[in-house]
Structures are given as C-alpha cells and as structure tokens.
Nanobody, 127 residues
Framework: QVQLVEFGGGLVQAGNSLRLSCAASGRTFSTYAMGWFRQAPGKEREFVAAISRSGGNTDVTDSVKGRFTISRDNSKNTVYLQMNSLKPEDTAVYYC????????????????????WGQGTQVTVSS
C-alpha cells in the first residue's frame, strides 16, 4: 500500500500564496500519475490538477487555471501544488492522490482513477 502525506495547508489572506507538498512512500512513485483534489463543506470532492508519471504533461481545472501549478520531483517522491492569487472560494480540504493504471502521458481527472489518497490538509482563505 502507498501512503501519501500532505503538508503546507494553513490560513492566508486573499491574494496571497501557498505551496502544498505531498510525500509518498514506496519505490514506485514514478509509475503513478498524481493528482490534487479539494472538498469544501457540503460539496463533492472535485478535481483540481494532475500530472503525468514523468511530469511531462499537466492539467488543471478551469477555475484555477493561471493561478495554480502542479509539479513533481520523482527523486524526492513528492508532488507539489503551487497556489497563487488565492481566493476565498479556494477554501477547502486539499487531498493528493496516486493513480496506478494510467497511461504514461495521462492526467486523470476522475476520482475512480485514483487508487491511493492522502489524509488531506486544510486551506482557508480569508477575504
């Protein structure tokens, strides 16, 4: 079983930045596509960003395009989410996830494509 642990959540004012990190256990990190999802109270968990196995392809949801960037460092078994120009509507619990069955170029967006999930980290953006 792969274990994922998120770091970097916190309370920030609108317009500021945060960088989330997700550290993965195991020796096969580079074989997984990685994604970030978020869930606000009363809402369904939604896709935020994904990155392919080697980092060559990325995808972000329209609501964060131009503000959020996903990246990975396979030598450190870590995936990152750089969040700039944060808005109150970005407030949510953010989860990282690993997908085992994706093609090498894929950036999966569906929750069912991910096999392992972190515990989540709270991001709160005040106005």
């Amino acid at each position: 079983q792969v274990q994922l642990v998120e770091f970097g959540g916190g309370l920030v004012q609108a317009g500021n930045s945060l960088r989330l990190s997700c550290a993965a256990s195991g020796r096969t990190f580079s074989t997984y596509a990685m994604g970030w999802f978020r869930q606000a109270p009363g809402k369904e968990r939604e896709f935020v960003a994904a990155i392919s196995r080697s980092g060559g392809n990325t995808d972000v949801t329209d609501s964060v395009k131009g503000r959020f960037t996903i990246s990975r460092d396979n030598s450190k078994n870590t995936v990152y989410l750089q969040m700039n120009s944060l808005k109150p509507e970005d407030t949510a619990v953010y989860y990282c996830a690993a997908s085992m069955g994706s093609m090498g170029w894929a950036t999966p967006k569906e929750r069912r494509r991910y096999d392992y999930w972190g515990q989540g980290t709270q991001v709160t953006v005040s106005s």
